[in-house]
């Protein structure tokens, strides 16, 4: 298993301006996993954070929007960009080896 | 592309009931197949994972049924409480999540 520590746990933000979410896991990991879940709905990955190298982004998903850093093996941000209100999600990292362990979540209002 | 099919969207089932919730995979190449429960404002948390060489798994009120032959696994909850109220997530394996059941559990 892993402990996931994820934070902000929510925060409310400016159209235009940008919000940076930390993830710290309790373990070394290779791959690190950022997903976005709209309301009710289900787990979008955006993109797959190996350390050591360029990010894997999702189809719809692009590294100008979404700017992702791994500086280790237990460490990882996610920057949204430039949010507008379409961007008001839940946003979860994750580490996954035969199943799934998630941060608890950002919930992202954009006003 | 979606590779797990998971229904009912949603469900309400009343206090006592079983809840019962199916998953239809298409990839057999995994390991495991879990489990999520998400409770609102949390993330996914493991609930409970089967191997593909078992047929069934039960920790406590929770079962996995698995059919290896039909590609299908479901979540029964037996006792079915007001505290199972959550969204639930299949998976293939840590990776590919089904779009989630809703089920409330009426008092």
């Known amino acids: 298993s892993a402990v996931i520590s994820q934070k902000p746990s929510r925060d409310i933000c400016q159209r235009g301006t940008s919000l940076t979410i930390q993830c710290q896991v309790d373990?070394?990991?290779?791959?690190m996993f950022w997903y976005r879940q709209q309301p009710g709905q289900s787990l979008t990955l955006i993109a797959t954070?190996?350390?050591?190298?360029?990010?894997?982004?999702e189809s719809g998903f692009v590294i100008d929007k979404f700017p992702i850093s791994r500086p280790n093996l237990t460490f990882s941000t996610l920057t949204v960009s430039n949010m507008s209100p379409e961007d008001s999600s839940i946003y979860l990292c994750?580490?996954?080896?035969?199943?799934?362990?998630f941060g608890q979540g950002t919930r992202l209002t954009v006003v | 592309q979606q590779q797990v099919k998971q229904s009912p969207q949603s469900l309400i089932v009343q206090k006592g009931g079983i809840s019962i919730i199916n998953c239809a995979y298409e990839?057999?190449?995994?390991?495991?197949f879990p489990w999520y429960q998400q409770f609102p404002g949390k993330g996914p948390a493991l609930l409970i994972a089967i191997r593909p060489d078992v047929s069934e798994k039960k920790e406590g009120r929770f079962t996995i049924s698995f059919n290896k032959s039909a590609k299908q696994f479901s979540l029964h909850i037996m006792d079915s409480q007001p505290g199972d109220s959550a969204t639930y997530f299949c998976a293939e394996g840590g990776l590919t999540f089904g779009k989630g059941t809703h089920l409330i559990i009426q008092p």
């Open positions: 990839n057999t190449a995994f390991d495991y």
């Open positions: 954070a190996n350390q050591g190298s360029e990010a894997t982004y």
């Open positions: 373990s070394q990991v290779t791959m």
């Open positions: 994750s580490v996954s080896g035969l199943v799934a362990f």
